[in-house]
T-cell receptor
Framework: QKEVEQNSGPLSVPEGAIASLNCTYS??????FFWYRQYSGKSPELIMF????GDKEDGRFTAQLNKASQYVSLLIRDSQPSDSATYLC???????????FGSGTRLLVRP | DADVTQTPRNRITKTGKRIMLECSQT?????MYWYRQDPGLGLRLIYY???????NKGEISDGYSVSRQAQAKFSLSLESAIPNQTALYFC??????????????FGPGTRLTVL
């Protein structure tokens, strides 16, 4: 079982819709959770991080964390074609300072 | 200017050649990392360094070595390149003063092809 799992997609949504991206992780001791966006051939760029149960909102993005169920999700409201990219979930497990990355979910926003 | 730079950006080399990838940062961060990315496999950690005197192996260090020449510089070497080391390589940095969040910031990447 992979330590951090994401559906590879592609997830296709129409412009203006809500895109929902999910990530599950195996280590219950995980402390911090990150969402990165990566355009094809480019480097990952941080969208947001979360470390407390519940929701965290930043503009059109909302991260949701449920430690009991061991999942973290990213909602993108009012999706735009420019949001089309691969979204990487990363988890910092226990007291380690290393990040474990999922393989990413490819999002396509149709105009 | 970019905070994290990588050189070269693209490199084609032959099996058995020694190659060095370099990373420099102006963010003042103490921690630096090297990852490789392969299609469908996400980012995998090769080596990481928490300061100049601290070097640690990641999950896929075999066939690689690193050098932390200064706080701002971290280089990755392939002593004898092989075709399955063809990948996209990223350097990243983070600041231990951030504590639990310790966000990593990535360089632009080096696309390496080993023939």
């Amino acid at each position: 079982q992979k330590e951090v799992e994401q559906n590879s997609g592609p997830l296709s949504v129409p412009e203006g819709a809500i895109a929902s991206l999910n990530c599950t992780y195996s280590d219950r001791g995980s402390q911090s959770f990150f969402w990165y966006r990566q355009y094809s051939g480019k480097s990952p760029e941080l969208i947001m991080f979360i470390y407390s149960n519940g929701d965290k909102e930043d503009g059109r993005f909302t991260a949701q964390l449920n430690k009991a169920s061991q999942y973290v999700s990213l909602l993108i409201r009012d999706s735009q074609p420019s949001d089309s990219a691969t979204y990487l979930c990363a988890v910092r497990m226990d007291s380690s300072y290393k990040l474990i990355f999922g393989s990413g979910t490819r999002l396509l926003v149709r105009p | 200017d970019a905070d994290v730079t990588q050189t070269p950006r693209n490199r084609i080399t032959k099996t058995g050649k020694r190659i060095m990838l370099e990373c420099s940062q102006t963010k003042g961060h103490d921690r630096m990392y090297w990852y490789r990315q392969d299609p469908g496999l996400g980012l995998r950690l090769i080596y990481y360094s928490f300061d100049v005197k601290d070097i640690n192996k990641g999950e896929i260090s075999d066939g690689y070595s690193v050098s932390r020449q200064a706080q701002a510089k971290f280089s990755l070497s392939l002593e004898s390149a092989i075709p399955n080391q063809t990948a996209l390589y990223f350097c990243a940095t983070s600041d231990s003063r951030e504590g639990a969040t310790d966000t990593q910031y990535f360089g632009p990447g080096t696309r390496l092809t080993v023939l």
